[in-house]
T-cell receptor, first 111, second 113 residues
Framework: QKEVEQNSGPLSVPEGAIASLNCTYS??????FFWYRQYSGKSPELIMF????GDKEDGRFTAQLNKASQYVSLLIRDSQPSDSATYLC???????????FGQGTTLQVKP | EAQVTQNPRYLITVTGKKLTVTCSQN?????MSWYRQDPGLGLRQIYY???????DKGDVPEGYKVSRKEKRNFPLILESPSPNQTSLYFC????????????FGPGTRLTVT
């Protein structure tokens, strides 16, 4: 089992819909969880991070963390074609400097 | 402008020829890290550094060396590159211990023939 798993997609949603991206992780000691967006040919950029159970909202983006079930999700409301990118989930195990990424989910938002 | 710079951006080399990819940040960040990105495998951490003179292995350190003699610089050294090190490499930095936002450099595409 990979330490951080994501469905590689592509996930295709129509413009204006809600896109839901999921990530599971294996290390129960993980403390910090991150969502990065990567456009083709570009560097990853941080969208959101979350440390504790529950939801965190920032504009159209909501991150949800469920430590008991070991998953973290990202919801994108009112999806736009400009949201089309690869979304990378990253997990920081314990209090270390390590950061473990999933393989990424490609999102396509169709006009 | 706050940024992470990498050089070179593109490099084609031959097996066994030592090379160094430089990484520099101007944000006074304590934490720096190197990743490689391969299709279907995502980003994998090679080495990270929590501060000057402190480095630790990530998930795929074999075949790589790093050093952190100054806060702003974190070079990646391939002493004897092999074709399986052909990849896209990213350097990143952050304040704190890496648990905060990591700023990524533009990437270095390395081809080893």
């Amino acid at each position: 089992q990979k330490e951080v798993e994501q469905n590689s997609g592509p996930l295709s949603v129509p413009e204006g819909a809600i896109a839901s991206l999921n990530c599971t992780y294996s290390d129960r000691g993980s403390q910090s969880f991150f969502w990065y967006r990567q456009y083709s040919g570009k560097s990853p950029e941080l969208i959101m991070f979350i440390y504790s159970n529950g939801d965190k909202e920032d504009g159209r983006f909501t991150a949800q963390l469920n430590k008991a079930s070991q998953y973290v999700s990202l919801l994108i409301r009112d999806s736009q074609p400009s949201d089309s990118a690869t979304y990378l989930c990253a997990v920081r195990p314990g209090n270390t400097g390590k950061l473990i990424f999933g393989q990424g989910t490609t999102l396509q938002v169709k006009p | 402008e706050a940024q992470v710079t990498q050089n070179p951006r593109y490099l084609i080399t031959v097996t066994g020829k030592k090379l160094t990819v430089t990484c520099s940040q101007n944000m006074n960040h304590e934490y720096m890290s190197w990743y490689r990105q391969d299709p279907g495998l995502g980003l994998r951490q090679i080495y990270y550094s929590m501060n000057v003179e402190v480095t630790d292995k990530g998930d795929v350190p074999e075949g790589y060396k790093v050093s952190r003699k100054e806060k702003r610089n974190f070079p990646l050294i391939l002493e004897s590159p092999s074709p399986n090190q052909t990849s896209l490499y990213f350097c990143a930095s952050s304040s704190g211990s890496g648990g905060y936002e990591q700023y990524f450099g533009p990437g270095t595409r390395l081809t080893v023939t």
